[in-house]
Structures are given as structure tokens and as C-alpha cells.
């Protein structure tokens, strides 16, 4: 009588230990639609420079802010968000810290405003290249975009 209520309880715990190892997965792909790339390129660059951009366009699914933090690739020095603005009719750019997207809205990085700068960008990357870029958020959570590459004329 008491193995039978030992195996019954052994069997138990097995279930429960498959289902805890489920939840994890289940909630890992919900943090990686959090944010959904789309359109992501980089400008490839004329010979002799190291310096270039990337645009995407960047939309919240989640239910709450996802706040974009820093950015690294494989292919790049560094990474820096940045804004074009007009001022006194001049076109600068400027580095942004941080860009917060709320919950169902979308971001476009276009070129103009906001964009990605990435800085010593590695050599002999050709139209067939893909860069990959990883945003890091506020959350810990990081996305990795698969840009492609664009021609700069
Ligand atoms: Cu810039």
C-alpha cells in the first residue's frame, strides 16, 4: 500500500517537473516578440570609410514600454542610437540614450531621424552581407536584428 502511494506520488512530481520545464519556453518566445524588427538594413559604405548606419522599423506587441538601452554588433566597433534634428536650419545629429516604445506603438529608424550609427564597421562587406545587430532593453531582455545590407548610392 505504501509504494503504490509512493509510485502515485513519484508519478505526480514527474508531471510537475514537465510542466515547470515547459513554462520557461512558453514565456521566453512571449519576451522575444516583445519587439518585432522589420525592414532592418545597413547602408554599405564607400570605400575607405568605416562609419555607417542602419534603419528598421521597431513595434511593441508586448503590454507594457519596452525601453531600448544600448547596442552592440560582431561588425561594428560600437553602436550608438542616434536622432537627426534641424537646428537653425541645419541638419545635426545627436546621440540618444535611451528610446522608449509604448506598448503597441511603432518606431521607425529611417534615415532623417532616428537611425543606428555603428562605428568601425569591419571591412569587405558586400551587398550579399547580413549585420547583426543585438538592441539590449531596460527589461535585461535583448533582440537580435538581422540587418541586411543596402547600396549607399
Ligand atoms: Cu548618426
Redesign the pocket.
Known sequence: MLSRVTSIFKALTLCATVLLSIAPLQAAEKIESALTINDAYFRLMPPGRSMT?AYMTLTNNSGETQVLTSLRSDSAGSVEL?QHTHIDGMMK?RKVDQLSIAAGESIELVPGGY?L?LFGVQDGLGLDDTMVIELQLESGKSVIVNAKASSFK
Open positions: 548606419a542616434h545629429m537611425h550609427m
